[in-house]
């Protein structure tokens, strides 16, 4: 049932899906390699839950069409089923029901083989540090805990492709951590993982990530390369004896797009960090403000995420 | 296509969702025994032991004993005789009796002068159904006394022995005590059935949308009639369930003959049972919160059964175009088919039409539910 190596877990083309006027997602064309984290980032209401839903057989696409683990979505869909594992922001998991008895549950539905089912309800219950727990109600777990069992009960049927859409919201940040340590291990596995999020610290995990605005996507790369370019611009870091009067000075002046107030300091965006850095210099000296500290520094992946948005609607 | 193996993991999570919901598992078990108890023994439509008070003005051997005519049916229960209207008026306010009977001064004197004596016969008519019950076994105490009083007469006039020129001797079939609750506990297995399977059912897919676990399911293998088929496995388990302990209770706590097959007793359960679970599903599939899915299959299942069934009120008393109505309400072909195999003992040959009427319900609601349910699962 793997697609072979050399074919893309995910293969996405020129995908649009409208509900009567409303276009959700237009002209979306990606490919996610096997073994992949692919992280989609969005504000709500983006487009990525529907080409989500899309490319788990759930929706069908109004044009384009997307293949996942070689099968096409559109025409079908009860293989492209069988190849994925669906892990929702709710948790997914019936909370009356025992930790063993969700993974029977699961295991039923998924069609595990008979003679691997004891094999991969270990695994199961390992993945969620459960085995001792296994009769306990769901609903009693932890949310950390919970999270990962619905993990383990999503790739029972060993999938190569898996879709978490949003799987750490409401979790403390250290169970987060430790679910994505979960993530990492089964990329090294070679399943391809697609990932929705809306935590940045987050989207800096994955390998790939691809930006959603309005239905499109508005930028593709590694985090590094989203944050080297962030769309443009550069950003300079500075610190000065009064904030308020540096943002009234620089606002406005040529070469600067945005400013904002970060900690102590200023992030200014600018469109190239090294022509602007003296004006800048000059110009709040001019205003009487002492100027302690100014560099170009690499911006985080809220600061990317922020300035493409803004970008987008600048041209809306 | 349909895998077994998906369909039944669906039917034991719905189970242990039962069993592990205290509401559930009393909706589903304790709830129809509390109703045939309840509706068993409160709801009796017999008359009997009629509160009854005599107003005697005469106080002569001949109001005598026609008060000891009535003391000596079951029908009435003489609690006083009084000298005025007085106390009947209050009684009758009160609701402490429900007739009185007036004898009159003239009463021997009319008698023996060959006159005809008139009596008063006074009823709380707020209960209509009861007091013309009354009325009719009054009329009946009445007349076979007065048919005795002319044998007599005949009799002391030298007629020789009289005959009574016409004689009823009637026998009544299948209910011969003529106990209401004979035909009311069959009646009740279906009002039962209909209401659990509807409720039950109904907010099986509504409770799936509201956790959220609807769309994690359609991602997986599972195709939408593996879902609905083991989620109505697991119903159906919980119904016939029912169906066995009203069957027992009827049987045994009420005493109700069982004088058909058990056999053609369980294909009709199978067969109600089955449209009744398919109802629940078609509201589940419309009604997307498990409130809503809960009042409408409330209303749905209980009002009908209940009151368009013949359950209780008879369907040929009815309107025509109320009539008209009963004829799509499947507790209507049931109940027959309930009263058939309990009361008479009838089989297939005579209750075919009301299985296949059963059968054809459960077939277009089971159409119906599962094109709307997939539409729904599929599009949304």
């Given at each position: 049932m793997n697609a072979p190596v050399s074919t893309p877990a995910v293969v996405i083309r020129s995908l649009t899906k409208r509900f009567g006027n409303f276009v959700a997602v237009n002209d979306v064309s990606l490919e996610v390699k096997r073994g992949e984290i692919f992280g989609f980032l969005g504000p709500n209401g983006a487009g990525k839950s529907t080409t989500i839903r899309i490319l788990c057989g759930l929706l069908a696409p109004s044009e384009g069409d997307a293949t996942v683990a070689g099968f096409d979505v559109a025409h079908e869909p009860e293989r492209v089923k069988r190849s994925i594992g669906y892990m929702s922001q709710k948790f997914s998991l019936y909370d009356d029901l025992t930790v063993e008895e969700n993974i029977d549950f699961f295991s039923g539905i998924y069609s595990v083989p008979r003679d691997r089912r004891e094999d991969r309800k270990a695994f199961a219950l390992e993945l969620s540090a459960m085995a001792e727990r296994r009769n306990s109600l769901t609903g009693l777990l932890p949310g950390g805990f919970k999270q990962r069992l619905a993990l383990g009960c999503a790739i029972l049927h060993e999938p190569p492709v898996l879709f978490l859409d949003e799987p750490t919201s409401g979790v403390d940040p250290i169970a987060r951590r430790d679910f994505w340590d979960l993530i990492y291990q089964l990329s090294e596995q070679g399943i391809t993982i697609f990932v929705t999020t809306h935590y940045m610290d987050e989207a800096e995990y994955c390998h790939r990530l691809a930006l959603m605005y309005r239905g499109a996507v508005i930028a593709l790369g590694t985090p590094s390369e989203l944050k080297r370019d962030l769309g443009g611009f550069a950003l300079l870091h500075l610190e000065v004896s009064d904030l308020l009067g540096a943002m009234d000075a620089l606002e406005?002046?040529?070469?600067?797009e945005d400013i904002a107030v970060f900690g102590s300091g200023l992030h200014v965006r600018v469109k190239n960090a090294e022509q602007a850095k003296l004006p800048v210099r000059e110009k709040l000296e001019a205003s009487g403000i002492c100027v302690e500290k100014l560099d170009r520094i690499d911006a985080s992946m809220e600061d990317v995420f922020v300035g493409l948005i803004e970008a987008e609607e600048r041209k809306a | 296509m349909i895998s077994l193996r998906r369909t039944r993991a669906m039917a034991r999570k719905e189970f242990l969702h039962i069993f592990r919901d205290p509401r559930s598992l009393v909706m589903a078990l304790a709830i129809p025994v509390i109703m045939l108890l309840l509706f068993g023994y409160a709801l009796s439509l017999d008359v009997e032991r009629v509160p009854t008070m005599v107003y005697d003005v005469e106080r002569s051997v001949q109001s005598r004993e026609l008060i000891a005519a009535f003391r000596g049916s079951r029908y009435f229960e003489v609690a006083d005789v009084v000298s005025s209207y007085v106390p009947i008026d209050r009684a009758i306010n009160r609701g402490e009796i429900l007739i009185a009977i007036v004898i009159p001064s003239d009463y021997s004197r009319q008698l023996l002068r060959g006159g005809t004596a008139k009596l008063q016969v006074l009823v709380d008519g707020s209960d209509s159904n009861t007091a013309s019950l009354a009325i009719a076994y009054a009329q009946g105490v009445i007349a076979t006394q007065s048919a005795r009083l002319q044998l007599r007469f005949a009799d002391a006039r030298g007629a020789g022995p009289l005959r009574v020129p016409v004689d009823v001797q009637s026998r009544v079939w299948y209910n011969s005590d003529l106990k209401s609750k004979n035909f009311i506990i069959p009646g009740l297995i279906a009002v039962i059935l209909q209401v659990i399977a509807a409720l039950l059912t109904s907010l099986t897919i509504a409770r799936e949308w509201e956790l959220g676990n609807m769309e994690l399911l359609l991602s997986t293998p599972l195709r939408p009639t593996e879902l609905v088929l083991g989620k109505m496995a697991a119903f159906f388990a919980i119904g016939a369930a029912d169906a066995v302990i009203a069957v027992l209770l009827g049987r045994f706590a009420f005493g109700v003959p069982l004088r058909g097959s058990l056999l053609l007793l369980a294909l009709a359960v199978f067969v109600f049972l089955f449209g009744s679970l398919c109802w629940g599903l078609l509201i589940s599939a419309l009604a997307r919160n498990q409130l809503l899915a809960y009042q409408v299959g409330l209303i749905t299942s209980f009002l009908p059964s209940f009151l368009l069934s013949g359950f209780i009120y008879s369907i040929e008393n009815m309107p025509a175009v109320v009539q008209a109505v009963t004829y799509i309400v499947p507790s209507r072909y049931f109940i027959v088919a309930l009263k058939g195999i309990f009361l008479k003992g009838i089989g297939l040959p005579l209750l075919w039409p009301q299985l296949l009427l059963l059968s054809l319900y459960a077939a277009i609601v089971f159409a119906v539910a599962s094109k709307r349910l997939n539409q729904k699962l599929v599009s949304k």
């Open positions: 406005g002046q040529p070469g600067i | -």
